[in-house]
Every structure is written in structure tokens, then in C-alpha cells.
């Protein structure tokens, strides 16, 4: 049965040991998060394939805001609805200013 999040032509399978090589972890990280992590079990052994440890890389990356708003750019914004367009904005009539005798 094909795994819907499993991208793999061809699945190889990793232990814990070879995964955590791959990761650059211990196994230790993966034996003690692995009820919250994606894994295969066959019987008492725990296997990862490929798209396994992609899935477990994107989950612990960690990006800075400073960063994301550099990737993700917000969208431009509408332009206000109070702000009148060209044709509506009429001259100024001008100050009156008091006449000093």
C-alpha cells in the first residue's frame, strides 16, 4: 500500500542509527520523539524512508521573521477607499489675508 506523503520511486528504508546520520542528529532525538515523529513500524523495529526524514527536516527548521518576511513579502495592499481621485480635487480659493493700513 502506497503512503499518500511518500514521494519515493524507490523506498529505502533507514534505522534509527542511518536516519540520524542522514538528519545530523543522534538517535537519541529520533528514539525519544518517535511517537510524534513520521516513521514506519515493521513488527518491534522503526524504519524511515526518505520521505520520512524530508517531513521530519521541514517540522525542526526553524526560520527568523527577519528571514520569512524576506521569502513571503506581504501582499500589496488596495488602495484606501477615502482617498479622492484626481478629477474631485478642486483649487484652493486662495487665503484672504487682512489688509494692514
Not at 506523503?5 to 538517535?27: M, Q, S
Not at 478642486?90 to 487682512?98: E, H, I, N, Q
Amino acid at each position: 500500500m502506497r503512503r499518500a506523503h511518500c514521494r519515493c520511486e524507490t523506498v529505502r528504508n533507514f534505522d534509527y542509527e542511518e536516519a540520524a546520520a542522514k538528519l545530523g542528529c543522534k538517535p537519541r532525538f529520533l528514539r525519544d520523539r518517535i511517537s510524534r515523529l513520521p516513521h514506519q513500524r515493521m513488527g518491534e523495529s522503526v524504519v524511515f524512508c526518505d520521505c520520512e526524514l524530508d517531513l521530519i527536516r521541514a517540522v525542526h527548521s526553524f526560520m527568523p521573521p527577519s528571514f520569512e518576511a524576506l521569502l513571503n513579502p506581504p501582499a500589496p495592499s488596495a488602495a484606501p477607499t477615502d482617498v479622492p481621485s484626481l478629477h474631485s480635487i478642486r483649487p484652493s480659493k486662495g487665503r484672504k489675508s487682512a489688509r494692514v493700513s
